[in-house]
């Protein structure tokens, strides 16, 4: 149906201009036009979800009608949306070289063939067009999209941002959070390449233009964790509670490392005690449960995790209760019990399972993408949370 629609549109825009033509012609002569009848025949085919008859009657029309521009950008568009981009491009290109075109209808032909060399992957040829439209002061905002679009697939940040900003200006939507994800874009690689420097520069940028940037903490965790910097480190960590607490698993092991360096634990747990407030999940009851046996013992841990389980069970949960009366049993001599049956059971049952998973499009895997590869949304993935999740 979504397809359908945006096979519409172009036809919306022909039958506004022919009844317009039709209108002029009609007072001009008297002259039977069998065109009305084409028209309507391939609206039917595509209402009918039948493209392709469609493709061929609108065809016929361009052949009677060769010195109408409106046909062939219907042509030309109806084409590119049905994957025949060359013969898409054939018709941009030939409305390009026509000495007759307004300046309008020439930028409007450009912004098509940008969108046939986007859709065909020639991204270099796309982008000049795209911003030899922007400069002409036509349809600057379609052409801003596309060129958003492609610095993204191109990883050209900068430029992306830069595209954002006007575009955001000229919309008057906000671009911020998406900004901030092309700075921390940027701080990556500046970690990459060593650049400590830039990369803090960056972050702190990504803050200023969206404040509940998890991924900006996340990166300056990281940063600082990795120089020594535990205390700046465990700042930044403890700001994500507050920027959006369901990535709050994704913290608990820098965190943990950041704690122990210092050599204070028991703020960790006092720390991991008061979250429970805001979160749920039952990455923070394993974390707790953690600490529980380190400071006393498994069985301690054991009893902790048994009372949390039943208020809130989950499979992580009761898997890591089994590891702890697994370990309690080995200790006592003779002991042939099912545990390690069903440790074995609950093991496969959570072996493979996805981890993460986009709000938006459904996507999910093992891996915390900041840009989903499915809808290329930002930070729509987030950490599973339910009886089978975090
Ligand atoms: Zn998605």
Known sequence: MNELFWLLLPVAALSGWYLGRRGLRSRATSRADSLPDAYFQGLNFLLNEQPDKAIEVFTRMAEVDADTVEIHFALGSLFRRRGEVERAIRIHQNLIAR????????????????????????LDRAETLFQEV??????????????????????????????????????????????????????????????????RNLIKRALGSDSSCVRASLL?????????????????????????????????????????????????????QA????????????????QIQQRDGDQAAAQYLEQQLRKRPSVRGLNRLLE?????????????????????????????????RCGRCGFAGRTLYWHCPSCRGWSTIKPIHGIEGE
């Open 99 to 122: 000495p007759s075109l307004t300046r309008r209808q020439r930028v409007q032909a450009l912004l098509a063939l940008g969108e046939d060399y986007l859709r065909a992957g020639l």
């Open 275 to 290: 979250v429970q407030q805001d979160y749920h999940g039952v990455s923070l009851l394993l974390a707790i449960a953690e």
């Open 220 to 272: 300056q965790g990281q940063l600082e964790q990795q120089f020594g910097n535990y205390r700046a480190a465990l700042k930044a960590l403890q700001r994500v509670r507050y920027q959006d607490v369901d990535y709050l698993p994704e913290v608990l092991r820098p965190m943990e490392a950041c704690y122990r360096e210092l050599g204070r634990t028991q703020d960790y747990l006092a720390y991991l």
């Open 134 to 199: 922007v400069e002409s002061g036509e349809h600057v905002i379609e052409a801003l999209t596309h060129l958003l679009d492609l610095y993204q697939q191109e990883k050209e940040w900068e430029r992306a941002r830069t595209v954002a900003e006007r575009l955001g200006g000229l919309t008057g939507q906000s671009m911020d959070k998406m900004v901030a994800q092309f700075y921390c874009e940027q701080a990556e690689q500046a970690v990459a390449a060593g650049d400590r420097n830039r990369a």
């Open 324 to 356: 702890l009366s697994l370990v309690a049993e080995e200790n006592q001599v003779g002991t042939d019990g099912v545990l390690p049956v069903l440790q074995e059971l609950f093991d496969g049952l959570l072996a493979g399972k996805p981890t993460y």
